[in-house]
């Protein structure tokens, strides 16, 4: 794989948007949304700088040129912010924050969503009227849910469900998880902080994401949405709407594959913070 130069492997139409909540003094997401590269990050509020953690991911990512990436591209940008993040600190707590997000990849002259995970911030893809989490959440009541100690119908209300257990920074080791999908012409791609998804249930996104069909308004019309439903959190969503793809078998199935290895309820507060247990992931 390697970047093209001859023009981008997936033609988009992108909208953004982001709003600080209803009950932050601040937005600690940070967001980039400019082809190849869609991503969100959202800042741990129980740490301090935050925000500034976040920025400094995305500043990372922003620098990376052309118009595709690799998985390569992507696992060196994330140590260089691993490397960043690290090194800021506020008194005694280190900064932290999550990443989500899709890239445009070229393999073998086709065009492929490139997407990587770090945290409980999420990336959906809406094709064909379904919509589809690919990330899978670093957070407790994930862990909980796979291992069946969880009902997947109560996680949306358990307590625990801003404890992350990976993060960049604040003590977290955790690598990132991987996914490349066929793209194809229609598929809708959905990057978003967990403010959205803590607030919209799948129902509520996959309508929007229906119904509105403008990618900007659409991306304007999630946030909103979340505010009304109580705005908890800081909220971002980022629509990226697959206009034209490269193929060169149109054939092909459109499932979900890993990318080949790279070398290796109740009204809580819903501010992403690390898991309190010394452990692996964030602490």
């Known amino acids: 794989m390697s970047p093209r130069d001859e023009g981008p492997p997936i033609r988009v139409a992108v909208g953004a948007a982001t709003h600080e909540g209803l009950r932050r003094r601040i937005n600690e997401d940070a967001h980039l949304a ?140 955790g690598e990132a998880d991987f996914w490349l999908i066929p793209a194809e012409a229609g598929d809708r791609m959905l990057v978003c902080s967990d403010g959205l998804s803590g607030e919209l249930d799948a129902q509520g996104i996959a309508d929007i994401l229906a119904g509105v069909r403008d990618p900007q308004l659409a991306a304007n019309r999630l946030v909103h949405e979340a505010i009304l439903r109580g705005g908890r959190d800081n909220i971002t969503a980022i629509v990226v709407d697959a206009l034209e793809v490269s193929t060169r078998n149109a054939g092909d199935d459109h499932d979900t594959r890993p990318p080949e290895p790279a070398d290796d309820g109740p009204d809580v507060d819903t501010e992403t913070r690390p898991r309190a247990a010394a452990s692996e992931g964030a602490r």
């Open 34 to 173: 400019r082809s190849p590269l869609f991503l969100v990050a959202d800042g741990m509020g129980g740490h301090d700088a935050g925000d500034i953690a976040s920025a400094a991911v995305i500043d990372e990512f922003s620098a990376l040129p052309g118009t595709s990436v690799t998985v390569d591209h992507l696992q060196q940008a994330l140590e260089r912010a691993r490397v960043r993040v690290d090194a800021l600190r506020a008194g005694e707590r280190a900064a932290g924050t999550t990443l989500s997000g899709v890239a445009i990849a070229d393999i073998d002259g086709e065009g492929y969503w490139l997407t990587l995970n770090v945290g409980d911030s999420r990336t959906y893809r809406f094709f064909d009227g379904v919509l589809e989490q690919i990330s899978v959440d670093h957070s407790v009541v994930q862990e909980l849910v796979d291992s069946g100690a969880l009902d997947e119908g109560d996680a949306a209300s358990d307590n625990r469900r801003n404890v992350i257990t990976r993060a960049i920074g604040a003590g977290s080791t």
